[in-house]
Each structure stands twice: as structure tokens, then as C-alpha cells.
């Protein structure tokens, strides 16, 4: 295949948020495919998708936008996929090949697969890219380069099929890995789920204080605090689906994260300096090797201008 | 008072590490004293110090460097406040204020308070700024610019040696706020002292697993990890002497994290999909709050660029 030449005649969207817009800019920024048609069942949503015209078709009927597709992505809620699975089954080609880009992928492939035909081609996927902010707008071309795209696909996948998305994904900037979908919740669970989980959390504890203001905790936030406020304010229900659906690995994860912390509890209570100092140092070297692995950029402070 | 007038004819700033270095920069960009001394027992880091140009004189003696000084600023992690102060005592000139910029107040306080002469104002404070580098060439000028500074005055506080103090700091561009130690204490006990805290924790917790790889945990940080890893990266001496020093507020707050957590923990165990949502909805207004409140910049992904 030239690296040129779009991968699939026609891919379908389904859900036009954060990923499906910036999956479908960036599959027109980078040829990845002749025609790609969005479907959302919110109109609205929808509406908003095609005033940006960043697809070439839109219907809000999930059937009528994946009829003759050669590829379908799922860029909905985890929650959401079996029944965006169901309206889509009857008519899907023969032959054509069902993704999505979901957080968890186990409960995905468990709960797609016995809905599709033995005639299509089931690979999950997700990429492990996004910001903090939602919707169609939100969306944009560039979210996908030199980010990770994790792909799981079942034991007996079709090569072809693997190959094309794989080069999809490729296409549109990312490295593409391939895992078990059990694997990847694990890995995912540590990091990004359990990140999540305990932002949301620390910001919810500070919100609820009585013996210190709101309005004091907005004030002084530079001093940490702030930093977690950026993932706590991601998209609610798409998060909520995550937890739901990837239990095990994330109370696994939680669970190790709560000793963990429970150690570092009781050596500040006995006051165990070096207890302390020991494990301030070792995490210092993590930071140093993702911005050498390219994952984060070197600018202090996350760049934030310090300049009048 | 002239608001260019400097403020103080002689300073002296003990330790020229992050924020030193940027008190000595920001005095002389904004003109908030004649001299500028630096004191730092370590003679690389004086000699770096030195090699920038960021002060009038540079001494490794802290007895000669507060000689004849108008204030004396320590800045040394906390648990040195009280040996600088006790080097410091004998030379320090009759009325001369003494502060510092340490994290945690009252114990400060209460540890350098018998060791000053009744001749010297007393006034412990705190920039709430910063960044995740060290030393003396990570200092900048506008580093406290459009952040709070919070002075915690003895009751008996000289007020003329208490208006000079603030008016320093709100030369170099910081709004400055008064409370109590104690008060203090708790604040940043929930907006920079228990955030730094789980951050380390976590990674700490990724970095010792064994099911996922550190290669992955690097490799997929951009889920959300890698937000932690910055604040991780903060110096470990620092925050050591912080936690140390900070006991009693650091464990209230922690605790009422920790009963949060196993809420949440256990809404993930039972399935309580709208116990999460109502949280995930709940934190995302304190996000923009912040923003308005000119506590962070209105950028997506903190700004990380996503051009190529």
C-alpha cells in the first residue's frame, strides 16, 4: 500500500465528541480516506459536526450512516458500544471491519462480539490520546500524532483487516501496539483510569471542606492543586463508563495505590524523614524518561508563560 | 511610599536555590532594594549563583551576609529555618525584619521565634509559587508574578515593619494576604501539601509494579500519568522537611481524601454509575473557577502543543 493512497473507500464515525471529530479531521488531513461519514443520534451534536464540515456525510441514523462502510469506529462512550453495535449489525457490509476507541477493551469485545456478524471484522482499539474538553469543536487534526494507538485484537483476526487498520491508525500519526485486551486494561488502569479516579476525587474533597473556603482553595491552587483540576474536568459519563467497565484491574490498581499511600501516611505520622526523602527521589527520574521517551514536553512547569 | 522607590536599602536572602534565586532576580527587575546579598552555604550552588549575576555581593558566611541588612529572607527548605536563623541571630542589625518563604508557617514560627533577638521583626511568609526544577539557574524574575503571597504576622506584629514586608512582595507582582499560621497551614495543606503527596505516591505505585512494565507506564503516561510525574519531580529535601513539619494538617486532610477514596472505591465495586457521575460533574465548574480567577492559563492540555 503507497503511503499515500487513502486506506478505506469509506469509514463511519459513530459519535462526532473530542476522538470521533478529531478522528474524522484527521483522516481528511491525512488521506486515510475517500469518504467519511459521521453518525450521532444527538442532534445537536450532529448539527454541530456539520457546521464544522469536518466529514462528508452526516445522518443522525446509525444504519443509513454505515451502509457500505469499510470501516466503523465506535467513538462513543464505553457504556454505549453494544447498543451502537446493534443499530449498526443489519447493516454493516460483509466483510467491513468494526473499531472503536474506547478506554476499557475487554467489556467492549465481550459485549460486541456476539452481536456482529461472523462476517465482520471485530478489532478494538484506542487511542491514547485527548484533552480535558469535549464535543465536536473540541476536536482536531493533530490529537493523534506521536501518541500511542493500542490495538486488541482477538486471536483469530484477519490479517488483512489488522494490517489496514493498523496502517489507519499509522496514517493519522500514531505507533500502533498491539496487546491483549486484558493487558491493555491493566495498563491503562495504572495509567490513566486511576490518575482520573484520584483527581476527581482530591478536587471533590477540597470542594466539600468546611474549614477551608472554596474561594481559598481557587486562590492558592498554584501551589499543586490546580494541576489536577485539568483531567478532573473531563467528560463525566465517558468516565463514568471507564470505572464501570473496567472494575477489576482499576480496584487492583487502587488497591496497591492505597498501601502505598497508608505507608507514606504512617511514616509522616512517625515521622520517618527518610521514608519520605527515598521515595521523593526515585520518582523524580520518571518524569525525566517520558520526556525522553517524547510523551511529555520539557518546559517547566507544563510551559505556563511566567512572563508579564 | 514612591511605588518605585526601592523598599528596602539592603536585603539579604538566604539560599540560592528556585525561589532565592528569583526573589534576588525579581528585587533587582523591580527595583525593590538598593543591595541584594545572597547567602548560601553550599559553595556550588554560591559559586552558580555567583556566575549569574543575580546579586550584589555573595557570601558563604551567614553571620557576613546579614550584616547591616534590612530584611533577611530564608529560603531554605523548612527544617533549616531554625539553624539559619540561629547562624543568623548575633550579626543581625537591631530592627532589622527577618521572613522566610517556607510551605509551612507555624512550625516555623515557633522554631525561630526564641531564637531572634526581641530587637527583630519577625514576619514568616509564603509565595505560593513555583516550579518543578531546582537550583539557582531555574530562577526567574516574574515567578511570583500574579500569585498570591500569603504573610503570617505575630499578633504583636511591628506594623511598619509589616507594611515594608508586603509592600515588597507586591512589587514583585504578588497580591499579598494575611492569616494565621495555623490557617495557613490547613490551606495549603489541600491546595499544594496533599496534591504533592499522592502525586508522588502514585508514581511510586506505577513504578513498583510488576504486571505492567515502567517501558508501558512511560510509554502511555499521556492518559493522564504524566500530569502526576511533574509535581513528582519537585525537590525531594523540600517537600520531605513539608510533610515533617506539616503533620497534623497533612493528616486531617489526608484522611478526609481517604474516606473519599474508598467512597468511590466502593461505588466502583457495587456499580453506582450515578455516585460517579454526580462527582465527575460536580468537579468540572472548580476547573474553570480557577481559570477565571487568573489561577491558570485557559489553555487545552495545559497548552501542550499538538502541531507538528
Given at each position: 500500500?503507497?503511503?499515500?493512497?487513502?486506506?478505506?473507500?469509506?469509514?463511519?464515525?459513530?459519535?462526532?465528541g473530542l476522538i470521533?471529530?478529531?478522528?474524522?479531521?484527521?483522516?481528511?488531513?491525512?488521506?486515510?480516506?475517500?469518504?467519511?461519514?459521521?453518525?450521532?443520534?444527538?442532534?445537536?451534536?450532529?448539527?454541530?459536526?456539520?457546521?464544522?464540515?469536518?466529514?462528508?456525510?452526516?445522518?443522525?441514523?446509525?444504519?443509513?450512516?454505515?451502509?457500505?462502510?469499510?470501516?466503523?469506529?465506535?467513538?462513543?462512550?464505553?457504556?454505549?458500544?453494544?447498543?451502537?453495535?446493534?443499530?449498526?449489525?443489519?447493516?454493516?457490509?460483509?466483510?467491513?471491519?468494526?473499531?472503536?476507541?474506547?478506554?476499557?477493551?475487554?467489556?467492549?469485545?465481550?459485549?460486541?462480539?456476539?452481536?456482529?456478524?461472523?462476517?465482520?471484522?471485530?478489532?478494538?482499539?484506542?487511542?491514547?490520546?485527548g484533552t480535558e474538553q469535549s464535543g465536536?469543536a473540541a476536536?482536531?487534526?493533530?490529537?493523534?500524532?506521536?501518541?500511542?494507538?493500542?490495538?486488541?485484537?482477538?486471536?483469530?483476526?484477519?490479517?488483512?483487516?489488522?494490517?489496514?487498520?493498523?496502517?489507519?491508525?499509522?496514517?493519522?500519526?500514531?505507533?500502533?501496539?498491539?496487546?491483549?485486551?486484558?493487558?491493555?486494561?491493566?495498563?491503562?488502569?495504572?495509567?490513566s483510569?486511576?490518575p482520573h479516579l484520584i483527581a476527581y476525587n482530591i478536587v471533590g474533597t477540597a470542594n466539600?471542606?468546611?474549614?477551608?473556603?472554596r474561594?481559598?482553595v481557587i486562590?492558592?491552587s498554584?501551589?499543586?492543586f490546580r494541576d489536577f483540576t485539568r483531567i478532573a474536568a473531563s467528560d463525566p459519563t465517558m468516565w463514568r463508563?471507564v470505572?464501570?467497565?473496567?472494575?477489576?484491574?482499576?480496584?487492583?490498581?487502587?488497591?496497591?495505590?492505597?498501601?502505598?499511600?497508608?505507608?507514606?501516611?504512617?511514616?509522616?505520622?512517625?515521622?520517618?524523614?527518610?521514608?519520605?526523602?527515598?521515595?521523593?527521589?526515585?520518582?523524580?527520574?520518571?518524569?525525566?524518561?517520558?520526556?525522553?521517551?517524547?510523551?511529555?514536553?520539557?518546559?517547566?512547569?507544563f510551559?505556563?508563560?511566567?512572563?508579564?
Amino acid at each position: 500500500m503507497s503511503d499515500t493512497a487513502p486506506i478505506y473507500t469509506k469509514i463511519t464515525i459513530v459519535g462526532a465528541g473530542l476522538i470521533g471529530s478529531s478522528v474524522a479531521r484527521a483522516a481528511r488531513h491525512y488521506g486515510a480516506a475517500d469518504h467519511i461519514a459521521i453518525a450521532d443520534a444527538n442532534e445537536d451534536v450532529l448539527a454541530e459536526a456539520k457546521s464544522l464540515g469536518i466529514a462528508d456525510s452526516y445522518s443522525p441514523s446509525i444504519p443509513v450512516a454505515v451502509a457500505d462502510a469499510d470501516m466503523v469506529l465506535m467513538a462513543v462512550p464505553v457504556g454505549a458500544m453494544a447498543s451502537v453495535a446493534a443499530a449498526a449489525a443489519p447493516a454493516l457490509k460483509p466483510g467491513a471491519t468494526v473499531s472503536d476507541v474506547g478506554s476499557v477493551k475487554s467489556s467492549v469485545l465481550s459485549a460486541v462480539k456476539p452481536i456482529l456478524p461472523d462476517t465482520i471484522h471485530l478489532i478494538p482499539g484506542h487511542p491514547v490520546a485527548g484533552t480535558e474538553q469535549s464535543g465536536p469543536a473540541a476536536g482536531f487534526a493533530t490529537l493523534f500524532d506521536g501518541r500511542w494507538c493500542i490495538l486488541t485484537p482477538p486471536e483469530d483476526a484477519d490479517p488483512e483487516a489488522l494490517n489496514a487498520l493498523a496502517a489507519f491508525w499509522s496514517r493519522l500519526g500514531s505507533t500502533v501496539e498491539q496487546m491483549t485486551a486484558d493487558h491493555h486494561d491493566l495498563v491503562l488502569a495504572i495509567t490513566s483510569h486511576v490518575p482520573h479516579l484520584i483527581a476527581y476525587n482530591i478536587v471533590g474533597t477540597a470542594n466539600d471542606l468546611e474549614t477551608v473556603t472554596r474561594s481559598e482553595v481557587i486562590k492558592y491552587s498554584a501551589g499543586g492543586f490546580r494541576d489536577f483540576t485539568r483531567i478532573a474536568a473531563s467528560d463525566p459519563t465517558m468516565w463514568r463508563d471507564v470505572f464501570l467497565n473496567n472494575k477489576e484491574a482499576v480496584l487492583e490498581m487502587l488497591g496497591r495505590f492505597n498501601e502505598d499511600l497508608t505507608a507514606l501516611q504512617r511514616a509522616i505520622r512517625w515521622g520517618d524523614g527518610d521514608a519520605l526523602f527515598d521515595l521523593f527521589t526515585r520518582t523524580r527520574d520518571i518524569r525525566r524518561r517520558i520526556i525522553d521517551a517524547g510523551q511529555d514536553e520539557d518546559e517547566v512547569d507544563f510551559g505556563r508563560p511566567h512572563e508579564e
